[in-house]
């Protein structure tokens, strides 16, 4: 059974850059066809995918993230992270790391617990 846990700081100063690490179990993270993704929650809004990185080490970012966001592995570790540069207090949120496939729409099967992420000076 894949397990998947999120670590990282839990308060950011605005302007600075969030990196949280997903430590994945049970599954290698390049395991044919799985995809590993990170999505966040804001306070009071829905569940918003902001990237991903496949199997085989592509990477994929939500467009009106692009210019912040990275994603990246460490396959010796199974593990996969998350940057985010030059945040502001509108992404303070809930912050996932999901397992999932990609069809004709992603299909979110594993999810972590969450770490909550607050941007505040």
């Known amino acids: 059974q894949v397990q998947l846990q999120e670590s990282g700081p839990d308060l950011v100063k605005p302007s600075q850059t969030l990196s949280l690490t997903c430590t994945v179990s049970g599954a290698h993270i390049t395991t044919n066809y799985y995809y590993w993704s990170w999505i966040r929650q804001p306070p009071g809004k829905g569940l918003e995918w902001i990237g991903a990185?496949?199997?085989?080490?592509?990477?994929y970012y939500n467009q009106s993230l692009k210019n912040r966001i990275s994603v990246s592995r460490d396959t010796t570790k199974n593990q996969f992270t998350l940057q985010l540069t030059s945040v502001t207090p509108e992404d303070t949120a809930k912050y996932y790391c999901?397992?999932?496939?990609?069809?004709?729409?992603?299909?979110?099967?594993?999810w972590g617990q969450g770490t909550q992420v607050t941007v505040s000076s």
């Open positions: 990185i496949a199997y085989i080490g592509h990477t």
């Open positions: 999901v397992r999932g496939v990609m069809g004709a729409s992603w299909r979110f099967s594993s």
